[in-house]
Each structure stands twice: as C-alpha cells, then as structure tokens.
C-alpha cells in the first residue's frame, strides 16, 4: 500500500525527534499525563500521582525541563511544573488512541 503525502519539513523532523526522544520513558509519559489532567502540578503532587520518589520525579522533569517540554515556575514554597510543548498534547492523544500494551496492539 503506498500513502501518498507532502514530506515532512526538516525543521519538523528535529522538533519531533527532540520531542519524541524525550517522551521516551514511562515516568515521563505518566508525569505529563498528569500534567494534562491537572494543569500546573508540584513535585509533590506529581510524586502522588505517579508512585515514584520524590528524586526520580525530580530528575525526570529536569530532563522534561531541559528538552523544552515543561516549565516550572515558584509558587512560595513550591515549584509547578506545566507542559508548554503544545504537541505533546497530542502524542499523549495517539499513545492513548494506539492503547499499546505488552508491545503489542490491543
């Protein structure tokens, strides 16, 4: 079957890779699954939300914050976090839609 479309531009290419790369791991997804839901979160409600440490949290959104994906911004005492890369909406829509389990299609 051959799927006729306009190629993607480069530009686009390198977004999504950056994008897709840093998605690349299951506490990740959780945490900006989260995120989607709750809109800005702290560190604590992320923790809660995800059942990983408070370090593994912390370390995971260095990594989102790093690669453009998240922001964070002081609130008193807290740090809350918010997802500024409008596509991970939609990765999280697909992975969803995909309802991959196992490695496998369901």
Not at 85 to 106: M, Q, W
């Given at each position: 079957?051959?799927?006729?479309t306009?190629?993607?531009?480069?530009?686009?290419?390198q977004?999504?890779?950056r994008?897709?790369?840093c998605l690349?791991h299951?506490?990740?997804?959780?945490?900006?699954?989260?995120m989607?839901?709750?809109g800005?979160?702290?560190?604590?409600?992320?923790q809660?939300?995800?059942?990983?440490?408070q370090?593994?949290?912390?370390?995971?959104?260095?990594?989102?914050r790093?690669?453009?994906?998240v922001e964070?911004?002081?609130?008193?005492?807290?740090m809350?976090?918010r997802?500024i890369?409008?596509?991970v909406?939609?990765?999280?829509a697909?992975?969803?839609?995909?309802?991959?389990?196992?490695?496998?299609?369901?």
């Amino acid at each position: 079957m051959t799927i006729t479309t306009r190629p993607i531009p480069t530009e686009a290419l390198q977004t999504a890779a950056r994008v897709i790369k840093c998605l690349g791991h299951p506490l990740r997804l959780r945490l900006l699954e989260s995120m989607e839901r709750g809109g800005e979160l702290n560190v604590s409600e992320l923790q809660a939300g995800s059942g990983a440490t408070q370090a593994a949290v912390s370390e995971q959104l260095g990594i989102l914050r790093g690669h453009g994906v998240v922001e964070s911004r002081r609130d008193g005492a807290y740090m809350l976090y918010r997802i500024i890369e409008p596509k991970v909406f939609r990765i999280l829509a697909c992975v969803r839609d995909c309802e991959i389990i196992d490695g496998r299609n369901a």
